[in-house]
């Protein structure tokens, strides 16, 4: 069954001048990434992966060749389109986290639906679904200064997923944790694939993270120098039971949470609503609703 | 609002500019309404003198005159005066001036007495003395009242000749004046044998309004006029400009604190670089990042508008009460000056928009700024 990929990049190049030197970022890069799948690019720090991904969330535009979203090409996009695209199709995990730190943990979540005009209350209401999701409930009026770089993390994931976007796109998510905050949030992600089937796009240079990968796009040089397939790709809750001990009880429940809020094969739940109501100011409603649908149907075309 | 300690002192700085326009032109109306209010009475600006300027006009203020006035339309009281310089009896160099006028209309001559009394009636040998003559009578305000002095006035008859008329008068009452020359009043009747020119001739209209069209009538028969009324405006036009100085004062602290304000906005500009960056990265929209300064600016402009409003008012309300204190302990009642603040509502309303407009105003650059940031640099900003 030919799938339409949701991610499909031409030929993409991109230079940029870094003082006098003219830097090679990426050199004719073309993919295709589909629904649902977990993808890492993986290379050395420099390799293109970073610029990559901002690419594909609309903060630069290409040099040469094109990026299409679900057929759609960014270049055409004007400012206010494009932070539509970033805020209802992409949800971005930073290695920095990028909280706002003169906002408390509930309104950095809910920020997205705020830039989307959605009332304070149906706004609330979605963040503090996904705080349980992210196991971070207790938390909601604290500053992210006053949380751990682990939490903060969970608490930018949740903020990623508030506006119900198609792509996770993390870069370098666990650059700046420890070991077990990294598990956490690796669990995270890999749940948000395997449960809600989002496409989750990884970027890192940890090869531990390979074996969560459906495929995974070697860097080097701004090139794609290797993409590799992986049939059996590891889930989180197997992997933690023989490699670390902290997969608590808690987290299992607050997965299992996230599953019954966040799967799109479940059209009437409170996400798919929340999601679905969200006024877009070009009049794009259908297309988000029309989006959830597609989503289901290769769903079960996956399956 | 990130750094409260500097919001606080870019409010201050709005707070003391437009307190200090409020106080300053606050005070410009409030002393313009004094003055009004000292050197007129609303019944003062319903009267039309007419005057004369020479001796054939003189001629023409006559009875028959008063007669034809008091047929124009709207008009409600006609009433001719004398003026005579006099000498008293015993009093060797005092000169002092007597108007002769119709009992009944002090108050077409603004005239305020310091107990209420007028005439006994119209033929009456009374008179009203001023301050002034009080004190060059070299007699005390109430012990002078009862006492009768000898006049001889003088005047100039109708046929040009002078004459001259003997006459005791009875101070009745003195009059609530600062005048620095020496007048009395007294009844017209009294020296209707002198069968002297009048010396001016007061109409007054019904009400203000009608003012100018009596006056176009009285002028269309010849006769010269003036009215308080283009006093008040020469007072008006002083005090518009006294204002406009004084506001333009107030605008430079005004200036100062938008200075403050866009000084404030730049920096939070820098601080917020990074976080603008976030916003963009999460779906933030160009005018979504510039409304955060835009509302910021705004809300510093509204908050100083209206507090500085309040100060200014505040200030200007204490040292009112504080003057009518000390006036009221160092001189008499009618020294205290009342009112020295006044502030028309619409200039009220006028301040605050004006300071969120200004501040607003300073706070569409770094807006303007933050809204074209680029949103990757942005992020890598720290």
């Known amino acids: 069954m030919a799938k339409a990929p949701v991610i499909k990049i031409n030929n993409l190049s ?17 993919l295709e990434i589909y629904s649902g799948e977990f993808i890492v690019f993986f290379g050395v720090s420099g390799c293109g992966k970073s610029t990559l991904m901002s690419m594909i969330a609309g903060l630069q535009p290409p040099s040469t060749g094109s990026i299409l979203i679900r057929g759609e090409d960014l270049a055409k996009l004007n400012s206010n389109e494009l932070a539509q695209h970033r805020r209802t199709k992409i949800g971005m995990v930073f290695q920095a986290f990028n909280l706002i730190q003169t906002m408390n943990v509930i309104e950095n979540i809910s920020l997205p639906l705020a830039f989307a005009r959605i009332s304070k209350g149906r706004r609330i209401k979605r963040a503090e679904n996904l705080l349980e999701v992210v196991g971070m409930s207790k938390y909601k009026n604290r500053a992210p200064n006053q949380l751990s770089g682990g939490q903060q993390q969970r608490i930018a994931i ?38 809600s089937k989002r496409t989750v796009i990884l970027i890192t240079h940890n090869p531990d993270y390979l074996q969560f990968a459906d495929r995974v796009f070697y860097m080097q040089d701004g090139k794609v120098i290797k993409v590799e397939a992986n049939a059996h790709a590891v889930t989180f809750n197997e992997k933690g039971k023989s490699a670390t001990s902290s997969a608590s009880k808690e987290d299992d429940f607050v997965i299992d949470d996230d599953t019954k809020d966040e799967v799109p094969d479940k059209p009437n739940t409170e996400e798919t609503k929340a999601a679905s109501d969200i006024p877009e100011e070009n009049g794009n409603t259908e297309n988000t609703t029309g989006e959830s649908e597609n989503k289901e149907e290769e769903v079960e075309a996956k399956n | 609002m990130r750094n409260k300690l500097r919001t606080f002192l870019t409010v201050s700085g709005v707070v003391v500019g437009i307190s200090t326009i409020v106080f300053l032109v606050t005070l410009g ?20 003198t007419l005057n004369s300027k020479n001796k054939e006009e003189s001629k023409n203020l006559n009875s028959t005159l008063v007669q034809k006035l008091q047929d124009i339309p709207n008009v409600d009281v006609v009433t001719p005066s004398y003026y005579f310089s006099a000498s008293i009896d015993g009093y060797e160099g005092l000169a002092p001036a007597i108007y002769a006028i119709e009992s009944g209309h002090f108050e077409v001559y603004d005239l305020k007495t310091k107990n209420g009394k007028q005439f006994t009636n119209e033929t009456a040998k009374e008179i009203i003395v001023n301050k002034k003559l009080v004190d060059d009578l070299k007699e005390d305000q109430n012990q002078i009242i009862g006492k009768s002095f000898k006049f001889k006035i003088t005047g100039i008859s109708q ?19 600062e005048s620095p020359g020496k007048i009395g009043y007294s009844p017209f009747k009294v020296f209707a044998d002198t069968n002297s020119n009048y010396y001016n001739i007061k109409v007054k209209v019904k009400n203000q309004e009608l003012l100018p069209e009596v006056k176009k009538i009285i002028e269309s028969m010849g006769f ?42 730049t920096i939070s500009l820098l601080e917020r670089t990074h976080e603008i960056g976030i916003m963009k990265a999460i779906g933030g929209r160009d005018k979504d990042c510039s409304r955060i300064f835009t509302a910021e600016a705004a809300t510093i402009g509204l908050m100083g508008g209206a507090f500085g409003m309040t100060c200014g008012w505040g200030i200007g309300r204490l040292l009112e009460v504080i003057i009518n204190f000390l006036a009221s302990k160092a001189g008499p009642a009618d020294q205290v000056p009342g009112h020295l603040f006044y502030t028309p509502p619409i200039f009220t309303i006028g301040v605050v928009v004006f300071a969120f407009l200004v501040s607003t105003f300073a706070g569409i650059w770094p807006a303007r700024r933050a809204s074209k940031l680029n ?8």
């Open chain 1, 14 to 30: 991109k230079k940029f001048m870094l003082g006098d030197v003219e830097v090679q970022a990426l050199q004719s890069v073309s």
């Open chain 2, 29 to 48: 109306f409030g002393l313009q309404n004094l003055v009004i209010r000292k050197t007129t009475n609303l019944e003062a600006l319903k009267v039309i």
């Open chain 2, 375 to 382: 949103p990757l640099e942005a992020l890598r900003y720290e």
């Open chain 2, 159 to 177: 046929d040009d000749s002078t004459k001259t008329m003997d006459v005791e008068l009875k101070v009745v009452d003195v009059l609530n004046d």
């Open chain 2, 224 to 265: 010269s006029t003036s009215v308080i009324k283009n006093q008040l405006g020469a007072i008006n036009l002083a005090f518009a400009i006294i204002n406009g100085l004084l506001g333009a004062f107030g605008m430079v602290a005004l200036f100062v604190a938008a200075i403050g304000i866009f000084n404030t906005m």
């Open chain 1, 158 to 195: 949740a903020r990623s997923l508030v506006a119900n976007p198609w792509i996770i796109l993390a870069d370098e998510p666990t650059g700046n944790l420890d070991s077990k905050s990294a598990d956490d949030v690796m669990r995270l992600l890999v749940s948000l694939n395997r449960k």
